[in-house]
């Protein structure tokens, strides 16, 4: 018997991460198989789900993936699984265009309940015409209950409990506010490493104290019992090897995107901070991550920016996103406006100095061919006027973004994390 339900909140800052993974933890802690899945393009918050279940969380979403590719995502993985737990985006309703790619509209299409969980430590009976119209707005939508964060007394909690019974949701419990508990972040996102592991034993703990988590799961979907066979892609005429770069630099994949390299090669990592050799590959893969955190150790390491240059220049291929470009650039300028010389495939840097955000879904054309990504960087391109963008870059509500796609020979760079786990063949931009 395989549950199911989605965490989704009103608004972001509910606690929907912390919730998500202490459950995680607490009910892999009893000895159940959980599944944890992430809406939404966000390839950090699927690191901390990982870390939670100690197996790779996935990525759901309507926006890069055609339907039928993440409902088929959604059962692969839910299979195997005692219980899955998907932890929403935004707000319930919010989508890259009103609620396209929203929580609600992954619930609905995969026919999963939501438990929400609100923000209530400045509220107390008017959160009932809030959860009224959460309830009610769209009808396809099924609200199994809510647990209220940030609730400090059981007094407090009353005047909470009376509003879902106004409204006719299931009140599961509250959790109080704990220091122990809070996440730290970067300016990238949430941040978790092996440090914070008491972190999420703390969550665990401190969420089944005040939530009957055995009693939470029958308000959630059985799912159907099904076989699921899971056929690998048909492979192409040629088998690769692809070099993945992997280490503290380089960290932000999707997991179905490797997915879909082993299904066309094998896979061999490597790490440009600590390897003095590039591995021997038909093609390599530089993907996002915290460069800017490791900058003198990439920079130090010349032996290997000396190794990419050189592949590069004799005609490998290369995929680099984001934290991969800027790696592939002349150099990357800290914020405090510090040089660190890079690979020099690109004569552009990239700067950290005056940080500003951009984010968003990119749809990239080339050739007449689409791929969907995700764009979500604080640092910014200098020195590349004289560098063509060889793509068009569009928007999810398909206005025209001055993101560029860099090439140089069989090197394809952009900011964008593209995800390509739904094409049925290799793309020129992809592996």
């Not at 339900?5 to 998500?20: D, E, V, Y």
């Not at 939508?141 to 509003?163: C, D, M, P, Q, R």
């Not at 050189?310 to 800027?326: N, V």
């Not at 590349?384 to 509500?397: E, G």
Request: glycine residues 6%; hydrophobic residues 40%.
């Amino acid at each position: 018997m395989s549950k199911a339900f989605l965490i989704a909140a009103p608004w972001s800052n509910s606690g929907k991460t912390t919730l998500t993974l202490g459950m995680s933890r607490w009910y892999s802690n009893q000895g159940y198989r959980v599944q944890s899945f992430k809406c939404g393009p966000d390839y950090i918050d699927t690191i901390h789900h990982t870390a939670a279940t100690q197996k790779p969380a996935i990525n759901l979403d309507t926006v890069m993936m055609p339907q039928k590719h993440m409902i088929d995502v959604f059962e692969r993985y839910s299979t195997d699984a005692d219980i899955s737990i998907v932890e929403g985006v935004m707000g319930l309703f919010d989508g890259a265009q009103k609620d396209k790619g929203s929580s609600a509209e992954i619930a609905k299409i995969l026919d999963i309940p939501v438990i929400l969980v609100v923000n209530a430590g400045a509220m107390a009976y008017t959160i009932a015409p809030i959860l009224h119209g959460l309830k009610t707005f769209d009808s396809e939508v099924k609200i199994a209950g809510v647990i209220f964060n940030f609730v400090k007394t059981a007094s407090h909690y009353a005047f909470l409990k009376e509003a879902c019974n106004t409204v006719g949701i299931p009140s599961l419990g509250y959790i109080p506010p704990n220091d122990e508990i809070a996440i730290p972040s970067r300016h990238l996102g949430l941040h978790i490493d092996g440090s914070f592991e008491h972190v999420i034993e703390k969550a665990a703990t401190h969420i089944a104290t005040h939530v009957s988590l055995p009693k939470l799961l029958e308000y959630t979907k059985t799912l159907p019992n099904r076989i699921y066979e899971n056929v690998d892609k048909k492979e192409t005429s040629k088998k690769y090897t692809i070099a993945v770069a992997r280490d503290e630099a380089f960290t932000f994949t999707y997991h179905e995107n490797l997915k879909w390299l082993e299904a066309i090669g094998e896979i061999i990592y490597f790490s440009p901070i600590h390897d003095q050799t590039l591995p021997k590959a038909d093609a390599i893969y530089l993907a996002g991550g915290y460069p800017e955190l490791y900058l003198k150790a990439l920079s130090d390491n010349v032996v290997m920016r000396q190794q990419i240059k050189k592949a590069a220049d004799q005609g490998i291929k290369i995929l680099a996103e984001c934290g991969g470009m800027m790696y592939l650039g002349a150099t990357i300028i800290d914020e405090e406006g510090k040089e660190f010389p890079m690979a020099g495939v690109f004569s552009l840097s990239t700067s950290m100095q005056d940080k500003k955000l951009s984010l968003g879904y990119r749809k990239v054309v080339y050739e007449n061919q689409e791929v969907w990504g995700h764009e979500f960087h604080y640092s910014k391109v200098i020195n590349d006027d004289s560098i063509p963008t060889i793509a068009q870059v569009f928007s999810a509500r398909e206005h025209l973004v001055a993101t560029k796609i860099y090439q140089y020979q069989n090197v394809y760079a952009s900011y964008i994390h593209l995800y390509w786990a739904a094409l049925e063949e290799p793309k020129n931009l992809c592996i």
